[in-house]
Each structure stands twice: as C-alpha cells, then as structure tokens.
C-alpha cells in the first residue's frame, strides 16, 4: 500500500519510477540484516520488545529504500538517462544483489528438490549449483 501511494506521488510529480519493486526489495534486506545483526549482538528480543523490532526495521527499511532510490536519481538528473530504462535496471539489480548478499551472509549450500516419480516411474531430482 505504501508503495502505491509513493508510486502515485512519483507520478504526479513527473517522475517514473519504475524501480518501487527493487526498493521494496532492497529495504526488505536491509531491515532482515539488521534485526540480524542485532539479534546476533545480544540486542535481541530480551532487549527490544517485537513492536520496537518491527518500527526499528521498518525504519531501516524507509532508509535504505531512499538510499537505493538515490540511484535513480542520479541516473536520470545527472547522467541523463531515461527514467524507464533506469527503473528497469535496478529492479533487474535488487534482487540479484540481495541473492548476492544472502548467501554472503547465510552461506551457499547445495540443495536437492525430489521431484515426484516420472512417467517411467523413476525418482529425479535437481540439484542446484554450488561451488
């Protein structure tokens, strides 16, 4: 709902911003890392009550979001690039990056997905690429 209404704002203002999903992307990582982060520093819930956790991250969120969206912002004001194509790029960006940084953060490992059994009536399955 927010997204919406910044995504009416945006175009009333003149702007097109079609990189809302990436932001909602990137501020929903930024958020999970630092409750992370906060979780891992003793700062848990002992310390916050799960409303304070939920404000905090959500202004995290809020903050990352504008961060991120400053790339649009440079894109299309100072490179002059168009606004379609800049949006596009960074919602193509965000979830690649955020795929990057939690198996940087959470590590890679191999996974197996058993598939039911076939037409011949043998197990598959898929094993997803690791290093």
């Not at 890392?33 to 304070?52: C, M, R, Y």
């Not at 800049?86 to 996974?111: E, H, K, M, Y």
Request: charged residues 5%.
């Amino acid at each position: 709902m927010l997204v919406a209404l910044g995504g009416m704002y945006s175009e009333r203002s003149g702007v097109i911003n079609l990189a809302l999903e990436g932001i909602m992307i990137i501020g929903a990582l930024a958020s999970t890392l630092f409750l992370q982060a906060l979780d891992a520093a003793g700062w848990g819930e002992s310390v916050f009550t799960s409303q304070l956790g939920v404000v905090l991250a959500a202004l995290i969120a809020g903050i990352a979001g504008m961060v991120f969206s400053l790339l649009l912002a440079f894109a299309a004001i100072n490179l002059r690039a168009d606004q379609t194509i800049g949006g596009t790029a960074l919602n193509i960006f965000a979830p690649a990056f955020c795929v990057v940084v939690a198996w940087a953060v959470q590590g890679q490992v191999s996974r197996t997905l058993p598939f039911p059994p076939g037409p011949v009536g043998r197990q598959s399955s898929y094993t997803s690429w690791a290093p």
